[in-house]
């Protein structure tokens, strides 16, 4: 059986409302994103935020450790 192509990824939050009455949430499937907002659509748009600087992170990280060393890279959509 061959398993299903990702036609959309979606990601889920786990959100908690704190004390002082903002929206703290982090990514179930990527723990370090984590942010905050005043409204859950703020939240929404910061996690996405923090998602992007994350990957681009990750990204900048593992292209250091192929300095010097030839190789393929290729863009990929899940979408």
Same mark, same amino acid.
């Given at each position: 059986?061959?398993?299903?192509?990702?036609?959309?990824?979606?990601?889920?939050?786990?959100?908690?409302?704190?004390?002082?009455?903002?929206?703290?949430?982090?990514?179930? !499937?990527?723990?370090?994103?984590?942010? =905050? @907002? /005043?409204?859950?659509?703020?939240? +929404?748009?910061?996690?996405?935020?923090?998602?992007?600087?994350?990957?681009?992170?990750?990204? !900048?990280?593992?292209?250091?450790?192929? =300095? @010097? /060393?030839?190789?393929?890279?290729? +863009?990929?959509?899940?979408?």
């Amino acid at each position: 059986m061959k398993p299903k192509k990702l036609k959309h990824i979606d990601f889920t939050a786990i959100i908690e409302k704190s004390e002082d009455g903002w929206y703290v949430g982090q990514l179930e !499937e990527l723990p370090e994103v984590i942010s =905050q @907002g /005043k409204t859950i659509e703020e939240l +929404k748009n910061n996690l996405q935020d923090a998602l992007e600087l994350i990957i681009s992170h990750q990204r !900048e990280t593992t292209l250091s450790l192929y =300095q @010097g /060393k030839k190789f393929i890279r290729r +863009k990929l959509s899940f979408a």
